[in-house]
C-alpha cells in the first residue's frame, strides 16, 4: 500500500476518514488523476473493522469478513495512485485557502479541496463483557445483523423510535425480541410505540438497565436489573442490539462547517457543506441509512463533487473559503 509517514506540505484532495465512504471516494478521486491523500484515523478502517460477516455489500456472494472488505477497498484506491497518512486530523482551518488540516505530531498539511468520512460511532453501554462479545452476538444495527438471529431469542436496549424500528425489523427474524428501557415510559412516538406493542413477538421491559451480557464465546443471555423493586435476573437471549444512538466524528470540525443540533455535518446538494471546497461523505451526516453500502455511494459523489470543483478552482487560483 502506498502510506506515508510523514504528512505532505500540500495535497489536491485530502479525505479525513477510512471507512466505506472516505476510501470509495479516494478509488473515484485516484482514478481522476487527483493524487488524493487519505487521512485514515487511528484506528483506521471505520466500523467495518469492528464488524464480523458482512453479508450485504454487493459482488461478495459468500459474504467477507468487514476488515478484509476495507483491505480489499484500501488496497484498490492504492493502486490508483492514493496515499495514506495513518493519523488523526485535530484541528482545522477553512477560513483561508488552501486549507489547513493538523495532524498532531504527523504535521500540518495544506489541502485544495477536503472531502470529511469520520463516520459516527454507535454508543455503547460499557459492559463488563460488551466489547468481548461484540460480533458474537452484540450489535449496533440489526438491519446490518438481524439475519444472522433466525429462530433466536434477542434483546434490544432503548426506547426511542430507533428502538422501536430495529425491534420490528428484527421480528422478521428472531423468534421473540425483549425491549429493555431504563425509564418507565418509552421516548418513541405514539405510531411507532403502537407498531412495536402491537407485534405478539415484542415484550417490553421498562423501567430496566442492562448491566451485563452474558457468554463465553457467543451470547447467551442478558443480566438486568428493574429499577423501582431493584430484582435482578437474566433473559435467556442469543443476541444483544443496542439502540440508543450514535456519536458522529465531527469533534475536528466544530466551529469549522455547520452542524446540526445533534453534531452531525449539514450539507446542500447531497455532499457540499457550509463551506465551498469541503465536502461531506458518509455517516458523518447520512444518520439515517447507516449501512456501508450507502456510505460507498455517498463517497463516489463526493468525489465527483471535489473533481469537478477542483477543475473550477485550479489550484492556486481559488477565491477564499467562506460559508454559504
Not at 178 to 207: E, W, Y
Request: aromatic share 6%; hydrophobic share 40%.
Amino acid at each position: 500500500m502506498a502510506d506515508v509517514m510523514v504528512a505532505p506540505k500540500h495535497v489536491r484532495l485530502a479525505i479525513v476518514g477510512s471507512g466505506p465512504a472516505g476510501l470509495t471516494a479516494a478509488i473515484y478521486a485516484s482514478r481522476a488523476t487527483l493524487a488524493p491523500l487519505v487521512i485514515s484515523g487511528v484506528p483506521a478502517g471505520g466500523q467495518l473493522m469492528l464488524t464480523t460477516d458482512v453479508e450485504n455489500y454487493p459482488g461478495f456472494p459468500e459474504g467477507i469478513q468487514g476488515p478484509d472488505l476495507v483491505v480489499k477497498m484500501r488496497e484498490q484506491a492504492a493502486r490508483f495512485g492514493t496515499t495514506f497518512l495513518d493519523s488523526n486530523v485535530q484541528r482545522v482551518d477553512f477560513t483561508r485557502h488552501p486549507f489547513v488540516l493538523d495532524t498532531g505530531l504527523s504535521g500540518t498539511l495544506t489541502a485544495d479541496a477536503v472531502i470529511v468520512a469520520t463516520g459516527a460511532n454507535a454508543r455503547w453501554l460499557d459492559l463488563p463483557n460488551e466489547q468481548r462479545l461484540r460480533g458474537h452476538g452484540v450489535s449496533a444495527c440489526a438491519t446490518c445483523d438481524g439475519f444472522f438471529f433466525k429462530g433466536k431469542d434477542v434483546v434490544t436496549v432503548g426506547g426511542g423510535d430507533s428502538a422501536m424500528e430495529e425491534a420490528t425489523f428484527l421480528t422478521k427474524f428472531a423468534s421473540s425480541v425483549t425491549v429493555v428501557h431504563r425509564s418507565g415510559m418509552l421516548r418513541a412516538s405514539k405510531i411507532m410505540q403502537d407498531r412495536a406493542q402491537k407485534n405478539p413477538k415484542i415484550s417490553f421491559r421498562l423501567g430496566t438497565v442492562v448491566e451485563d451480557v452474558l457468554g463465553a464465546d457467543s451470547v447467551t443471555g442478558v443480566a438486568v436489573k428493574h429499577l423501582p423493586s431493584g430484582k435482578r435476573e437474566t433473559i435467556p437471549a442469543q443476541g444483544l442490539f443496542l439502540a440508543i444512538g450514535h456519536d458522529p466524528a465531527t469533534e475536528a470540525f466544530r466551529g469549522a462547517l455547520a452542524l446540526d443540533d445533534k453534531g452531525y455535518l449539514q450539507t446542500t446538494d447531497i455532499t457540499r457543506t457550509s463551506v465551498d471546497g469541503v465536502f461531506a461523505a458518509g455517516d458523518v451526516y447520512d444518520h439515517r441509512y447507516r449501512q456501508a453500502v450507502s456510505a460507498a455511494g455517498l463517497g463516489c459523489m463526493a468525489a465527483l463533487d471535489a473533481e469537478k470543483w477542483l477543475a473550477e478552482h485550479p489550484s492556486g487560483t481559488s477565491r477564499p473559503s467562506g460559508r454559504h
